[in-house]
DNA sequence: GTCTATACGAAGATAGAC
DNA sequence: GTCTATCTTCGTATAGAC
């Protein structure tokens, strides 16, 4: 017999796939029980806030997973191999999904002026990866005043190479992308 | 006496601006029509293509305007100062909103599950501007088979950066992005 | 805890008068 | 060319039975 979270846990889980291809304000509460299954009835059982707070749940366990895999990464790799591990998971998600899948959390932002909760939560996840970024330049060498600037690049310019990859509908983007963060990252490791 | 293309004229610059703030799903024809002043009665008049219609015109007005933008820039000033000037304007335009209005083609790859149409725009639209910018780092001295990349990585870097500091309502991840961008730009035609 | 039914509103689109 | 009115669909949310 079920555990009586698994309902729950099933739709926060197809909240973050879907969220992935559609954004918080593209997704319905209909997309999130056909993909998951769940009881029709349920919904307002377990998400007494409704759609914002399946949203701002779905949204923290996503950045979370993505975190967790952010570090495992770290704890593997030079920063420079880690950037090229980031681009080939991105580059599986939009090949696999005919890159009908990008960033939750670039999708959250956008549908903040509908969705407020949705957009603080996007800010909170950018500002853990950054932490965990900024850490490890730190720990192999960057400059101390340039971690911080480090990790916003480049989080910033995969999260933008995915998009610009998706419009293309190609690879390309963020192929270019990946190369060129190596090479500055590697010069500004080398000048610490 | 107007002419009769004002009223559709103004119609495209409203959605325009209103999918800087709310996405093309997340804009309606009430939306369009509120903020433009237009005839409620004139909509399908002037757009017999409906919603995918409008929206693909005003994402291309808008691209139109933002290539022009870009390449003005371009022409006044070297690669590594167009960088700044771009970063400035894009962040009277996060602190005039009050972090509300961010990339209309961002949003438009976001809606692309919903809008197809909107999501091959922005990729034509991130085309045109790699292009423009690819060319005058070639006349910079870019080396040639860094050109395109360099310039794919200031269009990512740069829209990532707007999608980060709407979320964390700050300038600084977009400041940050900026001096990087323009440290790893230096040294590129710096080489070359 | 899950169900059906339904209220309520928003949004896209159409019809026909002026 | 612009108007009002209306149709339809969809999405959020609630009520009450089982």
Do not use: N
């Not at 309902?7 to 998951?36: N, P």
């Not at 349920?42 to 707070?53: A, C, E, L, N």
């Not at 920063?79 to 939750?104: F, H, K, N």
């Not at 933008?160 to 509908?169: C, E, H, L």
């Amino acid at each position: 017999m079920p555990r009586t979270s698994d309902a729950r846990q099933k739709m926060i889980e197809s909240a973050s796939v879907l969220f992935r291809e559609r954004g918080v304000h593209g997704t319905s509460f209909a997309d999130v029980l056909a993909h998951s299954g769940a009881p029709r009835g349920s919904v307002y059982h377990h998400f007494k806030g409704g759609k914002t707070q399946i949203a701002e749940e779905a949204l923290r366990w996503t950045g979370d997973m993505m975190l967790a895999g952010i570090t495992a990464v770290l704890d593997e790799q030079e920063p420079v191999a880690a950037i090229e591990a980031w681009c080939d998971t991105w580059g599986a998600v939009l090949r696999e999904s005919d890159y009908a899948a990008g960033c939750s959390f670039v999708s959250a932002v956008q549908d903040g002026e509908h969705e407020p909760t949705a957009r603080a939560v996007a800010g909170a996840v950018f500002s853990d990866w950054e932490d965990a970024i900024a850490s490890a330049l730190r720990g192999h060498g960057a400059p101390e005043e340039r971690a911080v600037p480090l990790a916003t690049l480049v989080i910033s310019a995969v999260e933008g190479a995915v998009v610009v990859s998706r419009a293309r509908r190609s690879l390309e983007p963020l192929h270019r992308v990946c190369g060129e963060l190596q090479l500055a990252l590697g010069t500004a490791l080398a000048q610490g």
